[in-house]
């Protein structure tokens, strides 16, 4: 039996992981401003009760940079409430780390809760397996913070999986916990994300296969009490939010426009397409990344003890997969919900494996390779994987950057934030709040000892205007309102007058691909110097002269990553302080 010590051990690294990620990674990218914009709004400006149309396009950011389809309020509603307690306490903490710590606590939890449910069904080593699984994992964790409308969703459809779970211990209350579970993943789908429809569908006919299951009192009851919760919530604050002049119901749009788009357009296919076997042979596997969770649900499926289990975890989802992928428009966080059944399929194997361990040298050896992958796996994505991923914000460091040199210099700074920048971090939590004294300073004299006073603080004005202003950007005089501009080094040259360079802005760059003869750049070596200190670097090169050079296992083929320019800070030449 395992102990409670290894079973509290195996539960705890999820919550702590996905708090470590945030502290490493605290920058959002554009697909979560939406929700992190309007979190700040809520938080900083409250809801309106008057005057709303005036209040939300004069404070609120969504209405001015609205983007292709409109998104609901609900979630951010509800991070932003669940804030407010910690903010009463400590009014100064970062609001941006704060909400998404919230948010990453909530899946966090309902990870936790799963974990327990698969040791309710199937005992504490295959849950004590589940839970080493899942937080080796990388994208789970790094993403249950992320303010998408898909991980208000994962955390819904996880406590709805948790749910479906077998519980031999009281089956009475099965189609209660059917029921329970159907209805979340209605609500999931209402609210926030509506391909969670298809998998609504896939579980539901899965059910009625091969379970006894009422339709008018699990299937009926469940679906429309969470289509009416979920429309409830969602279409009158949506509406207001959006000052739609119809009743608004934002999934339903996103939907519409999304799958069956408006004439001239495509919809979500212009963000790219993707073939059909794109989320089986690409997102699964970086998903669950350790690759003997991809070959462990196959050894279920041939031991007639884990079959049934194996299969009840796998068709559904996979049959959601399958279904899904005729849309071609393709991203990982689309089937992410997924991911901790699929996990729960590798440990039954898992669990079953490292139990015999003892019996054969065979079971002792698969043992072996099983604690070792995930050891590594652990290690990739909490020591590597992660830091590589801090270093894609460059346009939250080139801001905090701008302000330390420029903060205080000007009584106003006008700054105008380009389009790389903005998708690369830059949020409204970051941007300075007016001071509560307009900045004054006494210069003093040094021969005389009468020393320089300074008072209050710099104005500062933020300018995103983006794709439909282009025409005004070909101006001169456009450009001359601004002090400062924050743009992609290859853009720069577009910024007309006399601007110079104070500060260049480094990001990971895309993997360069070395053919036979070629020498490396060097740019690894910089980043491993970077990321972990000298001893990576030159362990790096080693190996490189070693495996390439040396022992020719790649035929002088090598693949270089690392840093490289993204952004710079312009400085409008010979500003006059005002």
């Avoid at 609210?191 to 569908?201: G, K």
């Avoid at 393709?330 to 991911?339: N, V």
Wanted: one cysteine or more.
């Amino acid at each position: 039996m395992a102990k409670p010590t290894a079973w509290l051990l195996a539960i705890l690294p999820i919550p702590l992981l996905v708090l470590f990620h945030v502290q490493v990674a605290p920058h959002t990218k554009v697909e979560e401003s939406f929700n992190i914009q309007a979190v700040h709004d809520i938080l900083k400006f409250g809801i309106p009760s008057q005057d709303i149309d005036n209040y939300l396009k004069t404070h609120y950011d969504h209405l001015t940079f609205s983007g292709a389809v409109p998104r609901t309020f609900v979630g951010a509603l509800l991070l932003a409430g669940a804030s407010k307690p910690f903010l009463w306490l400590s009014p100064d903490v970062d609001r941006q780390q704060l909400v998404r710590m919230i948010l990453g606590l909530f899946c966090a939890f309902s990870l936790v809760s799963y974990a327990y449910g698969v040791r309710r069904a199937f005992g504490k080593h295959t849950a004590i397996w589940f839970s080493v699984l899942q937080a080796s994992q990388f994208h789970v964790i790094y993403y249950a913070s992320r303010p998408l409308p898909n991980m208000f969703a994962f955390g819904l459809t996880t406590l709805a999986f948790s749910a479906l779970l077998p519980d031999a211990s009281s089956p009475r209350a099965a189609p209660k916990r059917q029921r329970l579970a159907l209805y979340l993943l209605t609500l999931s789908g209402v609210i926030f994300r509506s391909e969670i429809a298809l998998l609504l569908f896939c579980h539901t006919i899965y059910l009625l296969s091969t379970s006894i299951i009422s339709l008018p009192k699990v299937i009926i009851p469940a679906g429309l009490f969470g289509l009416i919760i979920g429309l409830g919530l969602s279409v009158p604050f949506d509406t207001i939010s959006w000052q739609s002049e119809s009743l608004l119901w934002p999934e339903l749009a996103a939907f519409k426009y999304n799958i069956f788009p408006p004439r001239g357009e495509v919809g979500a296919s212009a963000w790219g397409t993707s073939p059909w076997h794109w989320y089986f042979t690409s997102a699964l596997p970086r998903l669950l990344l350790n690759p003997l969770t991809l070959l462990l649900p196959v050894f279920g499926l041939t031991q007639p003890a884990l079959r049934h289990s194996t299969l009840s975890l796998l068709l559904p989802n996979l049959a959601y997969v399958a279904f899904y992928s005729f849309v071609p428009h393709k991203e990982t966080r689309f089937i992410i919900y997924i991911i901790p059944p699929l996990t729960l399929a590798a440990a039954l194997s898992a669990s079953y494996i490292f139990n015999r361990r003892t019996r054969s040298a065979l079971f002792f050896l698969l043992s072996f390779c099983l604690v070792l992958s995930t050891a590594v796996t652990f290690i990739v994505s909490h020591y590597i994987l992660l830091k590589l991923s801090a270093l894609t914000y460059p346009g939250a460091v080139a801001l905090h950057q701008l302000h330390r040199l420029a903060d205080g210099s000007q009584r106003s700074i006008n700054v105008h934030l380009d389009n790389l920048p903005l998708q690369t971090g830059i949020t409204r939590f970051q941007q300075r709040p007016p001071p509560n004294k307009p900045l004054v300073f006494f210069p003093g004299d040094s021969e005389k000892g009468v020393p320089s006073l300074k008072s209050g603080g710099t104005v500062w004005a933020y300018d995103k205007t983006g794709v439909e202003g282009e025409d005004e950007k070909l101006k001169p005089e456009w450009w001359e309102q601004f002090d400062y501009a924050i743009m992609e080094m290859s853009e720069r040259g577009r910024a007309i007058g006399a601007w110079e360079v104070i500060a260049s802005i480094r990001g990971l760059g895309r993997a360069r691909f070395l053919r036979a003869g070629e020498e490396p750049d060097g740019r690894t070596d910089e980043l491993l110097q970077t990321m972990y200190g000298a001893w990576a670097r030159e362990v790096w090169k080693n190996m490189r002269e070693l495996v390439r050079d040396r022992l020719k296992l790649t035929k002088g083929f090598w693949v270089e990553v690392g840093m490289e320019d993204k952004l710079v800070i312009l400085r409008k030449e010979r500003v006059i302080s005002r």
